[in-house]
């Protein structure tokens, strides 16, 4: 039985550009697509859906269950509307309701103040008649509910997630100038990046693109690290989503062979990205755990490394990477003298694919290379685009190069391994999660 008639409705906010990327994910857990916007998706799911896709999805940075949708062009309907909704049926009575936020578009009622200050009067005064109650306590645990009014119709939404989805429970120190989880997973979307296919990242920071391919290769689902909202909803059913956990855990691959690395010129980096990657895996060995399972998830591999001084391991891959901006590291004359050197990746990555995230317009034109395909992200505050360079094209450029005399070949990746700790020039790290505790698995 659903908490509504037939079927659930959700709605999963994401990147803006990363809704069909989102909306893949959605279908292939089994539910049904109703329509999307920018940066949000919609979409039906039972009951165990409400757990489960906070649990799996990777591109997703919230998930909320849509309360009610209804015509709200004056502030009595808008109030009504939220009034006649069962909100005694997912409150416990110390609840504390916080309307997070409002967005308007092209309404009639255009104060996010007043509706967020009617919306939970509305809420409060359904909950205070139905228990009795003229004054909640308000004790409890904090209750998110988040309103869209589109052409006067409203949306009521209540929060599933809690902390944002990104925040895997991984990370204990992220370092300078984050990518996020979530925006890792895209690129390695946008890539259509497979697990077959050996990955690098020469600009690892505190290695969440190994770490979130990682995660994707052996099919861990990235939530099982961390709590979700609707654990403190009346909702919420403990003994179904132990079993989710668990059907879940039991479709984790340990019998696959995947050659995921990073690299980065700043020691720190790497002890950090070496420390979050353990904390990713022990994760995962923890869900294995609640099947009876003692097997082990290989960790990515990092070394300490200049990008110049890396070489290929393999005839192909993916090189994959978000470098200083020169927006939130360094300055912009730093930025474009680094891209510069980064054409180097080209000839020494000859066959590879390269993928890259930055949000300085120069980027191609520093690097002297155009990409075969450009997207646009919204990463986090900043607008960035991914740039994407098809491995045919690169080998021929690079093959070219070689055969006029112009650079001399290299030798394999292990080089790079003999020059650890022989430069110290300053990199992008990235931005810390929540913790959990380290074990031996």
Request: hydrophobic residues 35%.
């Amino acid at each position: 039985m659903c908490y509504f008639d037939n079927m659930n409705t959700l709605v999963a906010l994401c990147a803006v550009g990363a809704e069909k990327i989102l909306g893949n994910e959605i279908k292939f857990l089994g539910y049904k697509l109703v329509d999307n916007a920018p940066g949000r998706v919609r979409f039906l799911a039972d009951d165990d859906g409400l757990f489960r896709v906070n649990l799996c999805l990777r591109s997703a940075d919230r998930v909320y269950l849509q309360m009610a949708e209804y015509k709200a062009s004056n502030f009595d309907e808008l109030f009504d509307g939220t009034y006649t909704l069962p909100w005694q049926d997912f409150f416990h009575k110390d609840v504390r309701v916080v309307i997070d936020k409002v967005r308007i578009y092209k309404s009639k009622l255009n104060s996010e103040h007043s509706i967020q200050g009617m919306v939970q009067k509305a809420i409060y005064s359904k909950l205070g008649d139905v228990w009795h109650i003229s004054t909640l306590p308000e004790s409890g645990e904090e209750c998110d509910v988040r309103v869209y009014i589109d052409e006067d119709i409203a949306k009521i939404l209540l929060d599933l997630s809690g902390l944002p989805l990104h925040k895997r429970g991984y990370r204990t120190d992220g370092g300078i100038a984050p990518l996020r989880e979530t925006t890792a997973v895209d690129l390695l979307q946008l890539m259509l990046w497979r697990r077959a296919t050996p990955l690098h990242d020469p600009f690892c920071g505190s290695g969440t693109i190994p770490i979130e391919a990682t995660l994707y290769a052996h099919n861990i689902a990235p939530g099982f690290g961390r709590r979700f909202a609707l654990e403190h909803l009346s909702i919420f059913n403990a003994k179904r989503a132990l079993e989710i956990k668990k059907e879940e855990a039991s479709k984790i691959r340990t019998d696959v062979e995947v050659h995921v690395t990073g690299s980065d010129i700043d020691k720190t980096a790497v002890d950090r990205a070496r420390t979050n990657a353990e904390h990713a895996c022990v994760m995962a060995g923890r869900a294995l755990q609640l099947i009876g399972s003692d097997k082990r998830i290989p960790r990515p591999d990092f070394i300490v490394s200049d990008f110049a001084g890396l070489r290929a391991p393999y005839p192909s891959g993916l090189l994959l990477c978000n470098p200083p901006y020169g927006e939130r590291i360094g300055d912009d004359e730093e930025a474009r003298v680094l891209y510069k050197k980064m054409e180097s990746l080209f000839t020494d990555f000859a066959g590879w694919q390269i993928g890259v995230i930055t949000s300085h317009r120069q980027f191609q034109e520093c690097l002297g290379r155009y990409a075969h395909k450009i997207k646009s992200i919204k990463a986090g505050n900043l607008d960035t685009t991914f740039y994407m360079y098809s491995g045919e094209e690169k080998h021929k450029e690079a093959k070219n190069r070689n055969n006029n005399g112009n650079r001399e070949n290299k030798t394999p990746h292990n080089e790079a391994k003999k020059n650890i700790n022989t430069t110290n020039r300053r990199v992008v790290h990235l931005r810390p999660g929540e913790s959990i505790d380290e074990a031996e698995y």
